[in-house]
């Protein structure tokens, strides 16, 4: 068990095409599979392969429109006492094209944007209506991470999803009741 809770949004994820092919799993089966369990969009990811590998990817264009837009609305909600400090992350996007802030976040990831492969091959997707399975690797974009000890201190990100249970159940006032904790 990992020593953070991390907030990130997937960048990359797939699996080798070896396992794959030991399963039986083919390929058309292997993307609805992956599609339904880990809901790909096709609007944001482009499937792909390389030598080793199927895989699906956040496209550039879903990147290019949506990703500092969304940080920006985002990060005063996870960094709500040093928001200011993301300035600098974001910056880093702007000054970079779409198509190199993959890489960019890989090589000169900060403490509010890198890249985050610690969930590599940590599921699987399933065959539909079969026990099959096979590894899944990912890559996150890692855009808040508490330590177990400073959350239970602080609760940055538990107060995060509180506000994000808020926000989608607004029909319903007791949602602001809600707390995330830990107990015991």
Same mark, same amino acid.
């Given at each position: 068990?990992?020593q953070?809770? $991390?907030?990130?949004?997937? =960048?990359v994820?797939g *699996?080798?095409k070896?396992?794959? &092919?030991k +399963?039986? +799993?083919?390929l058309? &089966? ?5 599609r339904?369990q880990?809901?790909?969009d096709?609007a +944001?990811?482009a499937f792909? %392969? ?6 699906? %990817?956040?496209k550039?264009e ?6 500092i837009?969304?940080? %920006?609305k985002?990060?005063?909600m996870?960094?709500p006492?040093r928001?200011?400090?993301t ?8 000054? =970079?094209?779409? *198509? ?9 990831g900060d403490?509010?944007l890198q890249m985050d492969?610690?969930g590599?091959? =940590?599921?699987?997707?399933? =065959?539909?209506?079969?026990? !099959?399975r $096979?590894?899944?690797? *990912?890559s996150s974009i890692?855009? *808040?991470?508490e @330590?177990?000890?400073?959350?239970? %201190?602080? @609760? !940055?990100?538990?107060g995060f999803?509180e506000?994000?249970?808020?926000l ?6 007791? /949602?602001? /009741?809600l707390r995330?904790?830990?107990t015991g």
């Amino acid at each position: 068990m990992g020593q953070y809770l $991390a907030v990130g949004l997937m =960048a990359v994820c797939g *699996s080798e095409k070896a396992n794959l &092919e030991k +399963l039986g +799993l083919g390929l058309e &089966e292997f993307q609805q599979a992956m599609r339904s369990q880990f809901d790909l969009d096709e609007a +944001l990811y482009a499937f792909k %392969e390389n030598d080793k590998s199927y895989y699906f %990817e956040l496209k550039e264009e879903a990147m290019a429109q949506q990703l500092i837009p969304f940080l %920006e609305k985002v990060y005063p909600m996870l960094h709500p006492v040093r928001s200011g400090n993301t300035h600098a992350s974001l910056d880093k996007l702007r000054n =970079a094209p779409p *198509s190199q802030w993959l890489d960019l976040v890989e090589e000169q990831g900060d403490e509010y944007l890198q890249m985050d492969n610690y969930g590599d091959f =940590a599921s699987y997707v399933h =065959a539909p209506g079969t026990q !099959r399975r $096979a590894r899944v690797f *990912s890559s996150s974009i890692m855009i *808040s991470m508490e @330590g177990k000890i400073m959350m239970e %201190e602080y @609760g !940055r990100q538990f107060g995060f999803f509180e506000q994000c249970v808020r926000l989608a159940f607004p029909e319903f006032p007791i /949602a602001s /009741a809600l707390r995330i904790y830990i107990t015991g």
